[in-house]
């Protein structure tokens, strides 16, 4: 196209969500099969999404006092609650009226930083190095005229660009899912069940001479379609702007929130962190395609939480990837270690049927207690240096009771439920330290403590070879009453220190200790010094006092 002969209509919508000033308010994910299939790129907005398809957009917004409620739920931990609670939503398309379903439609201005998507035991759902965008281009969306998708500081935008002698007249905007549209004093009012959109009065210019002139422009509303008038007309070998302002005036939202819970770093002091990632289904993207456009009300149900690990450059100041881990149920990540490779281990809980597992998993599912229902199974879960595949992940767990979740009394303030820590030794073999409720958790043979202890819950610690395939050893470690295990490390002789929380007067081998019996209160600390092999300990010890 040459320049200074082009018509250029600019759109903004304000998202408010905070960005680096040298990043776009809005990325936007090229669909590689993690999406539905009629999204070619999706970006997340304020208490929702935007899909751009081949010749619309779709819109969806939910309900932000319903989104209040389900994070206060699982933040106060009512998982059970939570599957009962409501979540309305809006959904509605802009199409762009008789367009070219043939355009060209490119990502562009890539962003430095790639996501990646392993949602489900689907793996032709999973993506790998998805890039991520600060523009979409649709080239000939009508005749002579492209169409420009991104965002300017904290605003979204697209353009319309014309070149001279185009038919302006053939750009026309048909909404379908409204709750009505409405011109009230120059400005378009889209009304949904959840948020009235204001368009605010476009404004219209030309840069003639290097000076800026407007040019009146307003908009025209025939039923569901809005197109443009120029009532004063505009002058043809000049470029055009026209900059309307969209405003979610009355939504009553929240943005889509993650709450760390760890954070590790490499050789080269690249820095990984972790957390759940709160969406609003499955996807782990917050905004889910909907069916049909118009209103809708789902009573929620599971996905509401993935785990999502991100990668940093040393100073923090680029992402070099992103990635959610997930199925249809709750993850949470506990712990993250990266290896001398550069490969991620993740260690975490999930009480999805359909967690992404490799095909040789040690534990490939979820198994059911005795009435049928899925609880939380400890998963490990392990990255390539890009984030981008999957080198091994599995379940760990047994049938009858929750594993890696601290329900008990030694759960003392919010985030001690995720506990637990995974190490790994120069062998990639990984090591994990946690609890669990089920006195079927897999027990290898020769284990120091074969046997589940008793009580509400009892510590765990076991050895997984590098491509989590085998476990290698496992045993309990806990008495009669509540016990977990929280930290972990190696020696140089590769047997390892565990600590945690006792309630019970059971410790093993204690004699020649600090401490050689449980020194009274609610509960102690306890370290253990354990053999490599997890079949020996070679010394433990209380801590703690009267409190």
């Not at 002969?5 to 680096?20: D, E, G, P, W, Y």
């Not at 889209?190 to 404004?203: C, D, L, M």
């Not at 053999?531 to 209380?542: E, F, H, I, N």
Request: proline share 3%; with cysteine; charged share 20%.
């Amino acid at each position: 196209m040459k320049p200074f002969k082009t018509i250029l209509l600019s759109f903004f919508c304000v998202i408010l969500f905070s960005a680096q000033a040298s990043e776009p308010a809005l990325k936007f994910i090229e669909n590689k099969n993690q999406f539905d299939a009629r999204a070619l790129y999706m970006a997340e907005m304020k208490g929702g999404g935007i899909f751009l398809e081949r010749s619309c957009f779709t819109y969806v917004f939910y309900n932000g006092n319903d989104l209040n409620a389900i994070e206060e739920q699982m933040h106060d931990g009512n998982y059970a609650r939570v599957d009962e609670l409501p979540l309305r939503g809006h959904a509605y398309k802009m199409h762009l009226q008789n367009a070219n379903e043939a355009a060209t439609v490119i990502g562009e201005e890539k962003c430095r930083e790639q996501y990646n998507y392993f949602l489900g035991n689907d793996k032709s759902k999973w993506a790998g190095n998805v890039p991520l965008y600060g523009a979409v281009n649709y080239h000939e969306v009508y005749p002579q005229i492209d169409l420009k998708v991104y965002s300017e500081g904290m605003n979204a935008k697209y353009d319309f660009i014309a070149a001279a002698g185009a038919d302006v007249s053939k750009i026309a905007l048909l909404f379908e899912g409204t709750d009505g549209l409405e011109l009230e004093d120059g400005v378009l009012k889209i009304k949904t069940s959840v948020a009235t959109i204001v368009e605010q009065r476009p404004f219209a210019f030309q840069l003639i001479d290097g000076k800026k002139k407007e040019v009146r422009c307003e908009y025209a509303l025939q039923n569901e379609t809005v197109t443009f008038n120029f009532t004063d007309g505009y002058n043809h070998s000049y470029e055009l702007v026209i900059d309307p302002v969209i405003v979610a005036a009355t939504y009553s939202g929240t943005t889509y929130r993650a709450y760390a819970h760890s954070a590790a770093y490499d050789q080269h002091g690249n820095i990984y962190s972790a957390g759940r990632a709160f969406s609003v289904n499955a996807n782990g993207t917050g905004a889910g395609y909907p069916a049909t456009a118009g209103a809708f009300q789902t009573t929620h149900h599971g996905g509401y939480q993935d785990i999502c690990v991100s990668k940093y450059n040393p100073d923090g100041s680029s992402l070099l990837w992103a990635t959610y881990i997930g199925g249809s149920g709750q993850e949470q990540p506990h712990s993250l270690f990266v290896d001398a490779n550069d490969q991620l281990y993740i260690y975490g809980t999930s009480n999805s049927t359909n967690y992404p597992v490799s095909a040789n998993a040690y534990q490939p599912v979820n198994l059911p207690d005795n009435f049928g229902n899925h609880l939380d199974d400890i998963v490990v879960t392990k990255l390539n240096s890009s984030g981008s595949a999957l080198l091994g992940s599995t379940y760990v767990g047994g049938r009858s009771e929750e594993d890696g979740t601290n329900w008990s009394t030694v759960e003392r303030y919010y985030g001690d439920r995720f506990k637990g820590e995974i190490v790994v030794d120069s062998l990639g073999n990984a090591y994990v330290a946690s609890y669990t409720r089920a006195s079927d958790f897999p027990i290898t043979a020769g284990a120091f403590q074969a046997t589940y202890g008793g009580g509400y819950q009892d510590g765990v610690l076991f050895k997984l070879n590098s491509d989590l395939s085998s476990l290698v050893w496992s045993t309990f470690i806990g008495g009669n009453k509540e016990d977990a295990c929280y930290g972990l490390r190696l020696d140089a002789n590769g047997d390892l220190f565990v600590t945690g929380a006792v309630s019970s007067n059971a410790m093993t081998n204690t004699a020649g200790t600090i401490h050689t019996s449980y020194q009274g209160g609610l509960f102690d600390a306890f370290v253990m010094h354990v053999r490599t092999d997890g079949q020996a300990v070679l010394k433990s010890t209380y801590f703690g006092s009267a409190g």
